[in-house]
C-alpha cells in the first residue's frame, strides 16, 4: 500500500490509499490511514471557508464641502460697439438744376450755413421776374386806387357841407358821391390784398431760388462727393437722385451704440462712466457717457441698444470703428456664490451636491456670470449652505459621507 496526497480543483486536499492485494494483514492499517485522511480533508475544508468572515464594512467617505456665500456682483464683460456720428446727413438738392460749381470735396470741414454747391436753374429765375412783375403791377394799381378813393373822399365832404345850405346840392347827388367813396374803399382794400398775394408770390420764388444754394446744415466734415459741375440733380427720391450730392457728418462728438444682452440690461445706470478702446490705439482708453437706452430688446438677438455720448475734439476717434467695450455690469440684489468646482454638469442638467445632516443632495441651479474660480448661481440654495467642493457623479443622492470644510483656491 501507498498513502498519495492529492489536491482537488477547489483547492481542499484529498488523500488516497492504495492496498496491495498480496498480503490481508494490512487491514487495520488502511483503516487507520483512512482516519488520518478524514482529519486531513477537515482541515482543509475548515482553511478554505475562513475567508468571508474577515471581510469588513465598508467606511463612510470623508469629502471636503465649502458653504455657500452671498455678496454684491459687480463686474466687467467685454462687449462689441460701433462708433457712428452724432449727426449725419445725405446732401440732396430741393429744387432740380445743373451744377454750376462746387466748393468742397471729401475731407472739407464745413461750418453751419456754408455753401456748399451753386446750381443752375433759368426757370427758377424767370418765375422770380414774373412774380416781381406781378408785384409791381398790383402796387401801382393799388396807388391809383388809393388816389382815387383819396379825391372822391374830398368830394364828398365839400358836397356834404355844402348840403347843409337848403336848395344847394340834391339828396340823391350826395347820395351817391358817398357810393362812390365806398366803392373806391372796396376797391382800394382788394388791391392790397392782391399786392400781399404778389408779395407773397415773390417771396416763395426768392426762396425757390435760394434753393440753388447748396449749404451746409451743421457744422461737420464732408465724408463723401458724388456729384461735378455740369451734372443734373434733383430732390431725394426724384430719377436724378440716385445717390446725394454730398454727405456731412459730425464727428466732434460720436455715438457709441452697444448691443448689451438681456442678462446684462438690469444694471444700465443713465449716466455711468464706461471705458472702451479701439484697435487704433491700443494702449489708450477711452471714456464714454451713458446717455440714451432704448428700454426694449431686439427680438432677434435678445439685445438692448444703449448709446454712449463720446467726446472726440481731437478727431482721434472715427464713425465705423468697431470699438471694445468694458461694459459694467451690477446686480440690484447680492447673489449667490460658490466654487467652479463646484457645479455638477450632467445630461439631466446642471447641479451642486449639498450636505445636510452628513446626507448628499442634489440641487439643480442656473449659473450666471463667471468670475475667475467662482461661478454666480441661481436655484434652491441658501448662503451658508455646504456644498461638497468637487462635485463628482460618485457621491449619488443620500449618500452618507463625513464632511470638513476645504481649502479653496483664490480665483
Not at 344847394?168 to 376797391?187: F, G, H, P, T, Y
Not at 451734372?231 to 450730392?245: D, F, K, S
Not at 438681456?262 to 455711468?272: D, L, M, R, S, W
Request: proline share 7%; with cysteine.
Amino acid at each position: 500500500m501507498e498513502f498519495r496526497p492529492m489536491i482537488n480543483p477547489l483547492g481542499s486536499a484529498r488523500c488516497g490509499l492504495r492496498f496491495g492485494q498480496k498480503k490481508g494483514g494490512v487491514v487495520l492499517l488502511g483503516f487507520v490511514m483512512t482516519l488520518v485522511c478524514i482529519g486531513v480533508t477537515a482541515g482543509c475544508n475548515s482553511s478554505s471557508h475562513a475567508a468571508p468572515n474577515a471581510i469588513t464594512s465598508a467606511t463612510v467617505p470623508s469629502v471636503p464641502v465649502v458653504k455657500v456665500s452671498q455678496r454684491a456682483v459687480n463686474f466687467a464683460v467685454s462687449l462689441p460697439g460701433e462708433l457712428q456720428p452724432y449727426e449725419a446727413v445725405a446732401v440732396y438738392p430741393k429744387v432740380t438744376g445743373f451744377v454750376k460749381s462746387i466748393s468742397v470735396d471729401r475731407g472739407s470741414r464745413v461750418v453751419e450755413g456754408q455753401v456748399l454747391a451753386q446750381l443752375e436753374a433759368p426757370e427758377l429765375v424767370s418765375q422770380k421776374s414774373e412774380a416781381e412783375a406781378k408785384l409791381a403791377s398790383a402796387e401801382n394799381q393799388q396807388t391809383e386806387a388809393e388816389a382815387k378813393l383819396a379825391k372822391d373822399q374830398d368830394s364828398f365832404q365839400r358836397l356834404k357841407v355844402a348840403a347843409a345850405t337848403p336848395g344847394v346840392i340834391s339828396e340823391n347827388e350826395l347820395e351817391i358821391a358817398q357810393k362812390s367813396v365806398e366803392a373806391d374803399a372796396a376797391r382800394v382794400v382788394g388791391l392790397r390784398n392782391a399786392v400781399e398775394a404778389a408779395k407773397a408770390n415773390v417771396h416763395s420764388a426768392e426762396v425757390m431760388e435760394s434753393y440753388l444754394r447748396i449749404r451746409a446744415p451743421f457744422t461737420g466734415i464732408v465724408t463723401e462727393r458724388n456729384v461735378h459741375p455740369g451734372a443734373l440733380v434733383g430732390p431725394a427720391g426724384g430719377g436724378n437722385a440716385q445717390v446725394p450730392m454730398l454727405r456731412i457728418e459730425q464727428i466732434s462728438s460720436l455715438r457709441l451704440v452697444v448691443a448689451v444682452p438681456e442678462a446684462y440690461t438690469a444694471g444700465v445706470i443713465p449716466g455711468a462712466k464706461v471705458n472702451f478702446s479701439v484697435p487704433a490705439f491700443p494702449n489708450r482708453t477711452f471714456i464714454g457717457t451713458v446717455a440714451r437706452v432704448s428700454d426694449s430688446l431686439d427680438t432677434k438677438t435678445r439685445t438692448m441698444p444703449v448709446e454712449l455720448d463720446v467726446k472726440n475734439a481731437d478727431s482721434l476717434l472715427a464713425p465705423g470703428m468697431f470699438p471694445s467695450v468694458s461694459w459694467p455690469v451690477r446686480r440690484p440684489q447680492s447673489s449667490l456664490i460658490v466654487p467652479q468646482s463646484a457645479l455638477l454638469r450632467s445630461m439631466q442638467g446642471t447641479f451642486v451636491i449639498r450636505v445636510r445632516n452628513g446626507i448628499t443632495e442634489w440641487v439643480t441651479v442656473k449659473p450666471g456670470v463667471n468670475m475667475g474660480n467662482d461661478v454666480e448661481v441661481f436655484g434652491e440654495l441658501h448662503a451658508g449652505d455646504e456644498v461638497v467642493l468637487q462635485a463628482s457623479e460618485e457621491l449619488p443622492p443620500n449618500t452618507k459621507v463625513s464632511a470638513h470644510l476645504g481649502a479653496v483656491s483664490g480665483g
